[in-house]
């Protein structure tokens, strides 16, 4: 492995997207991460050892997801009276008696649970991620979204939607196995059964959670101990560090509060729906702002790249509601009406295709059209936007543009990282 430096980014640019050897997998060219954001310990081992990580790490956790099924199988029990009936029959008819409690373990019980594990697993999937081999911490990031999203999406709207009776998860899996046809009408009915308990759980997520993230308990909790603990100049110097911002533990969760929201807009309680999940986005929006500007770090980007999975998981959305639309309407007995919805579902799958193939190179490399002259842009660093205030002609007293000041050039992480040079700290 060999890190080259190019004189322009043009060079860059076509470089990385050359082929310099004829024979496949030989000598290949591909973009650097920054010096700050390189792991530079998996830069020592082997590609064939980095892709063993990879795959080992990948089975890991398709086998935690699975294994995550059987909690979250119990969860969905506790949401159906006639599951409890069968297991616990006087806890039944004594919750039967006392609504408030019924309410509140039917309801409250399972989305709490529900969004502590959703905080919780994806600390464990950070820890995997990060030895998965990755030579960019912004890579490790961009997996961390993927495997938490996949977690919170299979088992936080998948599991409960095939069997909100949790017990009978298997006997209605079987059965839509079976009969494939009965899939959309099966889950259309089911998804509408649990309007209320995604109701609870974005109004947990959102006025329930959002003041504890601006709280950072943890970091709280765990600062008098990293101060007892602290022994050498290094130590205390790291307890005035930041915490780190992760979007891997943020980001998934908001894009299955969207989908939701988008699932449930023409769905019975959707105008609740829409209502709990304004407030969500309302208060992460003041959230998650102050949280990167005054509170807490973000060292690495990954130029974008966060956008290509928001874009592809939002899709997703767009077709588990295509889908229900379908049971639902075919459910009315408007057949018809449902059969002109199904075109929907081939056409969103193709936009997704042409999405990958025309708009993900975009972000991937830097189109050299874009790719201005340096040189041009060390001697015009700003430009001025003229106003449109005719009696002074675009002039202010003082002779200068009455223009608002824009900035060009480097964005804030690319003037962070400039300077920096490809050094290992090993050395």
Same mark, same amino acid.
């Given at each position: 492995?060999?890190?080259?430096?190019?004189?322009?980014?043009? !060079?860059?640019?076509?470089?990385?997207?050359?082929?310099?050897?004829?024979?496949?997998?030989?000598?290949?060219?591909?973009?650097?991460?920054?010096?700050?954001?390189?792991?530079?310990?998996?830069?020592?081992?082997?590609?064939g050892i980095r892709r063993l990580k990879s795959w080992a790490i990948t089975l890991s956790i398709t086998f935690l997801t699975l294994l995550w099924i059987?909690?979250?199988?119990?969860?969905?029990?506790?949401?159906?009276?006639?599951?409890?009936?069968?297991?616990?029959?006087?806890? !039944?008819?004594?919750?039967?008696?006392?609504?408030?409690?019924?309410?509140?373990?039917?309801?409250?019980?399972?989305?709490?649970?529900?969004?502590?594990?959703?905080?919780?697993?994806?600390?464990?999937?950070?820890?995997?991620?990060?030895?998965?081999?990755?030579?960019?911490?912004?890579?490790?990031?961009?997996?961390?979204?993927?495997?938490?999203?996949?977690?919170?999406?299979?088992?936080?709207?998948?599991?409960?939607?095939?069997?909100?009776?949790?017990?009978?998860?298997?006997?209605?899996?079987?059965?839509?196995?079976?009969?494939?046809?009965?899939?959309?009408?099966?889950?259309?009915?089911?998804?509408?059964?649990?309007?209320?308990?995604?109701?609870?759980?974005?109004?947990?997520?959102?006025?329930?959670?959002?003041?504890?993230?601006?709280?950072?308990?943890?970091?709280?909790?765990?600062?008098?101990?990293?101060?007892?603990?602290?022994?050498?100049?290094?130590?205390?110097?790291?307890?005035?560090?930041?915490?780190?911002?992760?979007?891997?533990?943020?980001?998934?969760?908001?894009?299955?509060?969207?989908?939701?929201?988008?699932?449930?807009?023409?769905?019975?309680?959707?105008?609740?729906?829409?209502?709990?999940?304004?407030?969500?986005?309302?208060?992460?929006?003041?959230?998650?702002?102050?949280?990167?500007?005054?509170?807490?770090?973000?060292?690495?980007? !990954?130029?974008?790249?966060?956008?290509?999975?928001?874009?592809?998981?939002?899709?997703?959305?767009?077709?588990?509601?295509?889908?229900?639309?379908?049971?639902?309407?075919?459910?009315?007995? !408007?057949?018809?009406?449902?059969?002109?919805?199904?075109?929907?579902?081939?056409?969103?799958?193709?936009?997704?295709?042409?999405?990958?193939?025309?708009?993900?190179?975009?972000?991937?490399?830097?189109?050299?059209?874009?790719?201005?002259?340096?040189?041009?842009?060390?001697?015009?660093?700003?430009?001025?936007?003229?106003?449109?205030?005719?009696?002074?002609?675009?002039?202010?007293?003082?002779?200068?543009?009455?223009?608002?000041?824009?900035?060009?050039?480097?964005?804030?992480?690319?003037?962070?990282?400039?300077?920096?040079?490809?050094?290992?700290?090993?050395?």
């Open positions: 492995m060999a890190l080259i430096t190019m004189t322009t980014v043009a !060079a860059c640019q076509m470089l990385i997207q050359a082929e310099i050897d004829p024979r496949p997998g030989k000598f290949l060219t591909k973009e650097t991460p920054s010096p700050s954001d390189m792991v530079w310990k998996n830069t020592y081992a082997a590609r059987f909690p979250t199988v119990f969860l969905a029990s506790w949401l159906s009276i006639c599951t409890i009936h069968k297991v616990m029959p006087e806890f !039944a008819e004594w919750l039967e008696n006392h609504e408030i409690l019924k309410s509140l373990i039917q309801t409250g019980g399972p989305t709490l649970v529900v969004s502590l594990l959703n905080i919780a697993v994806p600390y464990v999937y950070d820890y995997l991620s990060n030895r998965q081999g990755m030579i960019s911490q912004g890579d490790v990031e961009l997996s961390l979204i993927s495997k938490n999203f996949f977690f919170t999406f299979f088992n936080t709207f998948f599991i409960f939607t095939i069997s909100k009776t949790g017990l009978d998860f298997y006997s209605a899996l079987q059965g839509l196995l079976k009969d494939t046809s009965k899939i959309p009408a099966v889950i259309a009915r089911d998804v509408e059964d649990l309007s209320r308990f995604y109701i609870s759980f974005i109004m947990l997520q959102g006025i329930g959670l959002m003041p504890f993230r601006i709280l950072e308990v943890g970091s709280v909790f765990l600062y008098p101990i990293y101060r007892f603990l602290a022994v050498t100049p290094r130590d205390y110097a790291q307890l005035r560090v930041p915490p780190t911002f992760q979007y891997g533990f943020y980001l998934p969760t908001s894009l299955l509060v969207f989908n939701l929201c988008l699932i449930y807009s023409a769905l019975l309680y959707g105008q609740a729906i829409l209502l709990v999940g304004i407030i969500y986005f309302a208060l992460g929006y003041f959230t998650f702002k102050y949280m990167l500007l005054y509170a807490m770090d973000q060292p690495q980007h !990954a130029t974008g790249g966060a956008w290509r999975i928001i874009c592809s998981r939002l899709v997703i959305g767009i077709l588990i509601f295509e889908v229900v639309m379908v049971g639902q309407i075919a459910s009315l007995s !408007a057949f018809f009406q449902s059969a002109s919805v199904l075109p929907l579902i081939p056409f969103t799958i193709w936009y997704s295709y042409y999405f990958t193939r025309r708009f993900e190179p975009l972000t991937k490399y830097i189109a050299l059209r874009n790719i201005r002259d340096m040189n041009a842009d060390a001697t015009d660093e700003a430009v001025y936007e003229d106003g449109d205030d005719d009696e002074h002609d675009g002039q202010t007293p003082n002779g200068h543009s009455s223009g608002r000041l824009l900035r060009r050039g480097s964005t804030l992480d690319e003037l962070r990282e400039q300077g920096l040079s490809f050094v290992n700290p090993s050395l």
